[in-house]
């Protein structure tokens, strides 16, 4: 199951998995990102894995689909985990995918994974006082609305 975590940085989706994951548990994932992609141009993802489960066909083709339209909106994703096959996986994946930056996280490094999932994206994320704010005589806009104008 996905659940949705308190998250240090509004550009940030926090979530914990712990076990089998079907549409229903993906959905407000799926949903607090698409919320979170309307304040800012990229995001990033914090996950804290106690343990891996199933996950349903559905659940992974829609999971796969929206990874894939959204390739580019996502900065950085920690991974939380004592699996330390996933330290391995994560390595491997820096070198498919290159738009996000991945890293893995042993439990005891925690507070280090918020830390560094919580920095700024590069490149304007809309964080910070005014951030989206458009220059004098400009109409503002949200960063959903410029990706939909390219």
């Known amino acids: 199951m996905l659940t949705l975590l308190k998250s240090p940085a509004d550009h940030v989706v926090a979530l914990h998995l712990a076990g089998h994951i079907d549409q229903a548990s993906l959905a407000p994932i799926i949903k607090e990102c698409d919320e979170r992609l309307a304040r800012h141009e990229r995001i990033s993802l914090l996950v804290e894995i106690e343990r891996f489960g199933l996950i349903t066909p559905a659940a992974l083709l829609n999971d796969i689909g929206y990874a894939l339209r959204h390739l580019g909106d996502f900065e950085r994703e920690a991974i939380i985990s004592k699996a330390d ?65 390219a």
């Not at 925690?110 to 951030?131: D, L, N, T």
């Open 85 to 149: 096959w996933l330290r391995h996986v994560t390595e491997f994946s820096k070198h498919l995918v290159r738009s996000i930056e991945v890293r893995h996280f042993s439990p005891d490094e925690r507070e280090a994974a918020y830390a560094w999932v919580a920095e700024p994206p590069r490149g304007g994320s809309g964080i910070g006082a005014g951030a989206n704010k458009a220059p004098a005589g400009r109409d503002a806009q949200t960063p959903a609305a410029k990706r939909q104008q």
